[in-house]
């Protein structure tokens, strides 16, 4: 059973920072191309990074340039580090699979960014 489970988001002052990790199980992570995504209130589920299992990465250009994902394929963890967070970026963050995995979400990591 594939499972994803996301920790580290917060409260956080615009221009802030956090880390989120995501500590995967029940896939082959080392071959498996991994994605942070996000859902604000009202709005669809949305990719915002994503890592090969090469680690080459991509990001959504509201992000760019701010947030980095990276992997430690021996820990089986992706982690996402947000800076300058906006209050635009508050969301409840999620790591999937890229493609997604539609049964694997996982219960996702609260993101409020607001002073």
């Known amino acids: 059973q594939v499972q994803f489970v996301e920790s580290g988001g917060g409260l956080v002052q615009p221009g802030g920072s956090l880390r989120l990790s995501c500590a995967a199980s029940g896939i082959v992570f080392s071959t498996a191309a991994m994605g942070w995504y996000r859902q604000a209130p009202g709005k669809q589920r949305e990719l915002v990074a994503k890592i090969t299992s090469g680690g080459r990465t991509n990001y959504a250009d509201s992000v760019k340039g701010r947030f980095t994902i990276s992997r430690d394929n021996a820990k089986k963890t992706v982690y996402l580090q947000m800076n300058t967070l906006k209050p635009e970026d508050t969301a409840v963050y999620y790591c999937?699979?890229?493609?997604?995995?539609?049964?694997?979400w996982g219960q996702g990591t609260q993101v409020t960014v607001s002073s």
């Open positions: 999937n699979s890229d493609p997604a995995l539609r049964g694997a």
